[in-house]
């Protein structure tokens, strides 16, 4: 019988042999060496992955591990940051330092937010409650995912403000057409829809996992995988027919969705997943008001090409007209400050939050999340930006 002790040593001797994951999961063969035993021991973010592979059963950690083929996106996401250096600038008075940013008519103390990651019972037992409570005490944004293991109704009772919905539209109008205004009516003010996840992702790592440390997944997900079966245990979804619904992103889908969803609702919409400054023009054409940057973390596709790369052309066909927004490898202060350098509106993370949710639960979440925002504003001081107004690309070079 394979243990969960003895999986998860299973796959940390894969890693140890060179899986394939990236910067991600180096030194896997010394994971559960210098463990952090407490979220406040944390230096940066990156010391809770350990601690969230050390505690998860190995399939559930390759889930959030695992890009797509060889990985190769998802690494170009971390390389890219290699790429852009800091013109920083000295004798600005910078002993008070502004990292609020405004979107749609709302401020935030920080422009960090948590992006939307579904299935989050995976991860901690009280999963997106756990999160929203972190999100809320610290004061950041959370989209919640169609895929959540909690109802939106019950986040946004624990979040300061409502939180963020986003929307995967199924092939059936009719259940995309509920589950948006279920989410309007639990008073989300923004729906974000996801464009990048087609089927098929040929998820290599994860799939190697399974195959070398295996397991009984329907223990855990009863009925199968097929998505009409998926769909009808998370709660978005609870009490609508599901019987004619096969996947959560249409192959046919076209930009005329756009209209037909502004039509549903009075939440702005944002549209997740584009990458190029073609697509971001027809997504203004089309009713946007506004966009997330994204390559899915390289889980979707094997484009080798880094969101932060993508952001500039983004940025320059938006011209301003629409807040943009980005995620894909961010980790560092640095990393968020080049991006806002570029003129993102907002940067959005995933891992880091779910390795910290895996590792201390809310602690460990708003832990990560207090470092994230001391990094940026000690690198928005060292370069001599005293707002995030004032992140400039003058502060970039390549």
Not at 8 to 24: D, K, N, P, T, V
Not at 61 to 83: K, M
Request: proline share 4%.
């Amino acid at each position: 019988m394979i243990t969960h002790e003895h999986g998860r040593r299973r796959f940390l001797q894969m890693l140890a042999g060179g899986l394939g994951l990236g910067s991600f999961v180096k030194g896997a063969a010394h994971a559960e060496e210098d463990l952090i035993t407490a979220a406040d021991q944390a230096v940066n973010v990156l010391e809770f992955e350990a601690v969230a592979r050390k505690n998860l059963p190995p399939w559930h950690y390759a889930y959030i591990a695992t890009g797509v083929t060889d990985d190769s996106t998802l690494q170009a996401n971390r390389d890219a940051f290699g790429r852009y250096q800091l013109h920083t600038r000295r004798l600005v008075d910078v002993s008070k330092v502004d990292t609020s940013v405004k979107l749609f008519g709302e401020v935030w103390e920080t422009p960090i937010m948590l992006a939307p990651v579904g299935s989050q019972r995976a991860f901690h037992p009280e999963a997106e409650l756990v999160t929203a409570r972190a999100a809320a005490a610290q004061k950041h944004n959370f989209i919640v995912s169609t895929h959540s293991s909690t109802s939106i109704e019950d986040v946004n009772k624990v979040m300061e403000r409502p939180a963020w919905f986003q929307l995967y539209p199924t092939d059936d109008w009719n259940v995309t057409g509920a589950v948006v205004k279920r989410a309007e009516k639990a008073g989300c003010p923004v729906m974000v829809l996801t464009v990048d996840s087609q089927n098929g992702a040929l998820r290599d790592t994860l799939f190697k996992v399974r195959r070398s440390a295996p397991v009984k997944c329907t223990d855990c997900h009863i009925g199968g995988f097929a998505y009409n079966n998926v769909a009808s245990r998370r709660p978005m979804f609870a009490g609508l027919d599901l019987s004619k619904v096969t996947t959560q992103l249409p192959l046919n889908m076209t930009w005329d969705v756009l209209p037909r969803l502004k039509e549903l609702t009075t939440m702005k919409l944002l549209i997740k997943g584009i990458v190029t400054k073609e697509d971001a023009a027809l997504a203004l054409q089309n009713g946007a008001d506004g966009i997330i940057v994204s390559n899915h973390g390289g889980r979707s596709e094997d484009s080798k090409r880094a969101s932060i790369d993508c952001l500039p052309d983004v940025i320059a066909a938006v011209n301003g007209k629409v807040p943009v927004l980005v995620d894909g490898g961010f980790r560092r202060g640095t990393d968020f400050f080049k991006a806002l350098a570029m003129g993102a509106t907002a940067v959005c993370i995933g891992r880091p939050y779910l390795w910290a949710l895996a590792a201390f639960g809310q602690t460990g979440v708003e832990t990560m999340l207090t470092l994230l925002r001391k990094e940026l504003q000690i690198d928005m001081r060292q370069a001599g930006a005293a707002s995030i107004a004032q992140i400039t690309p003058d502060f970039l070079v390549r």
